[in-house]
């Protein structure tokens, strides 16, 4: 049996992985989440619904699962129970009765408000400057990208 310089092993060590580290960062990050978002009662994933929808109500739901990296299948059954929380609606879209349309309720307009705080409260959780995090946050982004280019 040939041996395995000790460098080659090194690399196949939990804590040299940066898939890792990252995952357990974002573990950390929605367990951060998951209290704050509680109060207002919504889940991580719609929170990041409405994040889309507050930005730019009124959109297909395609168009949401495109932002969110989402497929139609994990978004639906979360926008059904949105809807029965009265938080958004649904609708066949008028050019394409294929599509289905989101829009915001008025409760669902209103928890943006209750809302505002969390990125804020999150930001402190971190220990890190606004500048840092979104530093961070372009490096991320790039590396996604990146990764999606090869997928």
């Known amino acids: 049996m040939k041996k395995t310089p000790a460098t080659e092993l090194d ?4 804590d040299k992985q940066f898939c ?14 998951k209290p704050l978002l509680e109060k ?11 994040l889309v929808l507050w930005r730019q109500d009124g959109i297909l739901v395609k168009d949401i ?32 009765e294929r599509q289905v349309r989101i829009t915001l309720t008025p409760e669902g307009r ?15 959780a971190s220990g890190q400057s606004a500048e840092v995090l979104m530093q961070l946050r372009g ?6 990208d990146d990764l999606s280019k090869n997928t």
């Open 11 to 14: 690399l196949l060590t939990l």
């Open 20 to 33: 890792f580290s990252l995952y357990s960062a974002s573990l950390a990050m929605t367990k951060t989440y």
């Open 40 to 50: 207002i009662g919504l889940t991580y994933p719609q929170y990041l619904v409405m």
């Open 65 to 96: 699962g495109e932002l969110l990296f989402l497929d139609s299948g994990t978004l639906t059954p979360l926008l059904k129970r949105m809807e029965a929380a009265r938080l958004v609606q649904r609708t066949r879209d008028t050019l394409d």
């Open 110 to 124: 209103e928890l943006k408000q209750a809302a505002k705080t969390i990125p804020i409260s999150v930001m402190c």
């Open 139 to 144: 490096q991320l982004t790039q590396i996604r």
